[in-house]
């Protein structure tokens, strides 16, 4: 061969990938933080689906395809919906604004 690696090869430490000394230091894996992190994820994700949920209701209430005792019973559920996602937030010690992902040029990921 000629300096090129079979690809079915691993790469040896310090070949085609930066080693951890490499790639300025250790991985910081702090527990607390981490749980922290992951909760503000999944609560992201349903606090996306939350408010996608309530867009498509919204929509469907317009065009006129629900009934009123339907709009009641999906108007009551958004809310409760909503007013869980402030527990679980207390809960965990984040504000909406915390699940708000900055996503550069397109702007935020959640409505405000």
């Known amino acids: 061969m000629t300096g090129r ?7 040896r ?3 085609g990938r ?6 300025g230091g250790r991985l910081d894996l702090d527990p607390d933080k981490v749980g922290r992190d992951l909760v503000s994820l999944v609560l992201t994700v349903v606090e996306l689906l939350r408010q996608l949920m309530e867009r498509q209701a919204l929509r469907r209430c317009d065009q006129g395809d629900v009934s009123d005792e339907q709009m009641e019973q ?3 559920t958004l809310m409760l919906l909503d007013e869980r996602m402030d527990v679980l937030c207390e809960q965990h010690g984040l504000t909406r604004g915390d699940l708000n ?3 550069g ?3 935020t990921l959640l409505e405000r």
């Open 101 to 103: 992902l900055d996503l």
């Open 105 to 107: 040029p397109l702007g």
């Open 18 to 23: 930066p080693s951890s000394a490499a790639s």
């Open 74 to 76: 999906i108007g009551t």
């Open 5 to 11: 690696q079979n690809p079915r090869t691993p790469a």
């Open 13 to 15: 430490e310090g070949e």
